[in-house]
């Protein structure tokens, strides 16, 4: 059973950057596929990122491509998303998600493709 507790959220204003950790338990992290997503309020889940079990591959949502990072480290069983240039747009719970199934997917943007779940970090920018 996977464990996901993220970590790194917080209040900032437009332009901050933040840095968002996820710490897994449970299972054999290198053996997971990693994403996020984030969910605004009055808006469905969506996706954000995704990275490989090698840490090879990325994958990114077009409105945050250029300014966010996804990256892990295996070593410490943790993936981070680094949130450059916010703004308020970006307002949402940030969600880690694993994904023990598939390490490549030709769709790796669907929710119900990633079996275990964070509790969530509230990130709001403020303008």
């Known amino acids: 059973q996977v464990q996901l507790v993220e970590s790194g959220g917080g209040l900032v204003q437009a332009g901050d950057s933040l840095r968002l950790s996820c710490l897994a338990s449970?299972?054999?992290?290198?053996?997971?596929?990693m994403g996020w997503f984030r969910q605004a309020p009055g808006k469905g889940r969506e996706f954000v990122a995704r990275?490989?079990?090698?840490?090879?591959?990325?994958y990114y949502a077009d409105p945050v491509k250029g300014r966010f990072t996804i990256s892990r480290d295996d070593a410490k069983n943790t993936v981070y998303l680094q949130l450059n240039s916010l703004t308020p747009e970006d307002t949402a719970v940030y969600y880690c998600?694993?994904?023990?199934?598939?390490?490549?997917?030709?769709?790796?943007?669907?929710?119900?493709?990633?079996?275990?779940w964070g509790q969530g970090t509230q990130v709001t920018v403020s303008s």
């Open positions: 998600a694993a994904d023990s199934a598939w390490d490549y997917r030709t769709i790796y943007y669907r929710a119900n493709d990633y079996d275990y």
């Open positions: 449970g299972y054999q992290f290198n053996m997971l596929a």
């Open positions: 990275i490989t079990r090698s840490g090879g591959t990325t």
